[in-house]
């Protein structure tokens, strides 16, 4: 399957390892580094379109932390190939929830193949324009915006995952956030996404009041 992954503004950054010294593995980090670079080798050479996430999107774009597990969203149609070159590539996978994650590992590290985020979000054409070329320790991979990051962490805050806000705020303290696609992206779930905005309002981050201004009154506006 192919798609066209290089938008006409894409941004190449290097992005170093930003452990925080108190979560420092060298030897996970090792680990990490090698199995990343497989995984998105395995990924590219399968021609499958894909967008780095999670713990890696969060480091790249917010507030240094270690590395989890490496997410990659993909779209739907290719997991099912994509998780057989994996098993074909020595890594043990898994189908753990058949309806929106296969996991695939190779020495202690997990890459999550992601298809279906909460609030039935999906790897879109738009997402895959907007994403970046990052270098993640050694890797050249492409990333999602921090725009599409913030909306799906948004989407995804739960009890066990109230981390997931925080993490968006850290993006929101460091990137220039393109609001006006916020605005137009929170309409997959607006009243997620205003409660995450104004509690980071609540923070001082710099979230512009025409932003809550404007999910309110597209959706949520005499509402019942």
Do not use: C
Not at 29 to 57: C, N, R
Not at 74 to 80: C, E, G, L, N, T
Not at 201 to 216: E, K, M, S, T
């Amino acid at each position: 399957m192919s798609m066209e992954i290089q938008g006409k503004d894409a941004r190449m950054r290097v992005v170093q390892s930003k452990f925080r010294t108190d979560h420092a593995e060298p030897g996970r980090d090792k680990q990490f580094a090698k199995v990343l670079a497989e995984a998105i080798a395995i990924t590219e050479a399968e021609g499958v379109p894909y967008l780095g996430a999670g713990s890696m999107a969060s480091a790249t774009w917010g507030r240094p932390g270690p590395f989890g597990d490496i997410d990659l969203l993909i779209d739907p149609r290719s997991a099912k190939p994509l998780l057989k070159a994996f098993a074909e590539a020595g890594f043990t996978t898994d189908e753990p929830f058949p309806q929106w994650l296969f996991k695939a590992e190779k020495n202690g590290i997990t890459v999550d193949m992601i298809f279906e985020m909460a609030g039935q979000l999906y790897l879109e054409p738009q997402m895959i324009e907007r994403g970046s070329e990052v270098e993640v320790l050694g890797t050249k991979l492409r990333m999602i915006s921090p725009e599409d990051f913030i909306i799906s962490q948004a989407l995804a805050f739960k009890e066990d995952t109230a981390v997931y806000w925080f993490n968006a705020f850290g993006v929101i303290g460091r990137q220039d956030i393109d609001w006006d696609y916020i605005v137009e992206m929170a309409q997959r779930g607006p009243r997620m996404v205003l409660a995450m905005l104004l509690l980071g309002q609540a923070y001082d981050l710099p979230i512009p009041d025409r932003v809550i201004r404007g999910i309110y009154s597209r959706a949520l506006a005499g509402a019942t």
